[in-house]
């Protein structure tokens, strides 16, 4: 007998749809490169955080699945105008998959928490941003061949991301308070 088929309410699926579209649109701005990393400094890397802190771990990891799935298949929606395979197998591709880890990460916090407060939001998205990093730093180390580099490396990143995760955490905490309860409402369906 085959397996219950899940299916998604209409809901869900366009909020997936959304936030994977919002992602895609943060890739309009332009990475910068410090270092000689390779990796560029974008602002795409908050939409996986602020989709986690917002829609909780199913929807928020979906809709980057979604982003990175038509990115691997050649749409150029990722920052500079990146798309196809390459970006997941050179410097900044164990990133795109921290991006995976990010979504799930805040999303889990926020879900197990009775109410989404700011210290909440912050060590949520705090906690997303850590995911990335480790899993794009070792993928980093793998690249290059050198481990304890692409950790120094990495830390031309550090003082963006906590502006960005600091940001994320106000907006988030502005969302929840205008939406009341909608967050907390679906998490225990997740």
């Known amino acids: ?3 219950p088929r899940v299916s998604l309410p209409a809901s869900d699926l366009a909020r997936i749809v959304v936030f994977a579209a919002f992602i895609a649109v943060l890739g309009i701005f332009p990475g910068i490169y410090f270092g000689a990393s390779g990796v560029p400094v974008v602002i795409q890397n908050a939409g996986p955080l602020l989709a986690g802190v ?13 982003l ?10 990722l920052s500079g105008g990146r798309g196809g395979l390459a970006p997941f197998v050179g410097p ?9 880890a990010s979504a799930l990460i805040a999303g889990l916090i926020v879900s197990r928490a009775s109410k989404p407060t700011l210290p909440v939001l912050g060590l949520a998205t705090l906690g997303g941003l850590l995911g990335s990093y480790a899993i ?10 050198d481990l304890g580099a692409a950790a120094v490396q990495s ?22 308070r205008a939406l009341p309860g909608t967050l907390l409402r679906t998490a225990q369906r997740e």
């Open 92 to 100: 900044s591709g164990g990133f795109l998959f921290g991006w995976i």
């Open 54 to 66: 917002l829609l909780g771990a199913r929807r928020a990891t979906a809709s980057v699945v979604l």
């Open 155 to 176: 830390l031309v990143f550090v003082p963006g991301d906590l502006g960005k995760v600091a940001a994320t955490t106000v907006i988030a905490a502005v969302v929840h």
């Open 136 to 145: 794009g730093i070792p993928f980093l180390g793998a690249y290059i061949g």
């Open 68 to 77: 990175l799935g038509l990115t691997a298949i050649g749409l150029p929606l």
């Open 1 to 3: 007998m085959p397996a």
